[in-house]
């Protein structure tokens, strides 16, 4: 029985594995999306498509209302937005350590309500 040997020939020069070693690096600068990441691009589509207004009418109405949930938040409010639940603050920690974290409870989808009622 005749085996046959399999050879490789390499042809890459140190010149080329360097550049490519430059653009390796170069290439890890860039950021990669997360693609279950929700932008305020995203909404501004989904809420112009969904409702028929222009996206510049989408988009004052969106930023406005992120300012006052921002806003809102800030001052240690707690927001109820029946579609998606509560927004809670939560002070952590304690003296110069204090952190604000927020926490955010879903709203029961009605599938969910109707197997478990």
Known sequence: M???KKTTKTTKTTSSMATEIADAETAVDVKVADP???????????????????????????????EFL????????????????KI?????????????????MLKKTDDAEKKSG
């Open 88 to 104: 809670k603050p939560v002070e952590r920690g304690s003296g110069d350590n204090i952190k604000m974290h927020y926490k955010l």
């Open 70 to 85: 921002h806003s809102s938040l800030s001052d240690g409010k707690t927001v109820q937005v029946p579609p998606l639940g």
């Open 36 to 66: 279950n990441m929700i932008k305020k691009k995203d909404i501004y589509d989904y809420v112009s498509v969904s409702t028929g207004l222009r996206k510049r009418d989408v988009r004052e109405a969106v930023d406005s209302m992120l």
């Open 2 to 4: 005749v085996t046959a």
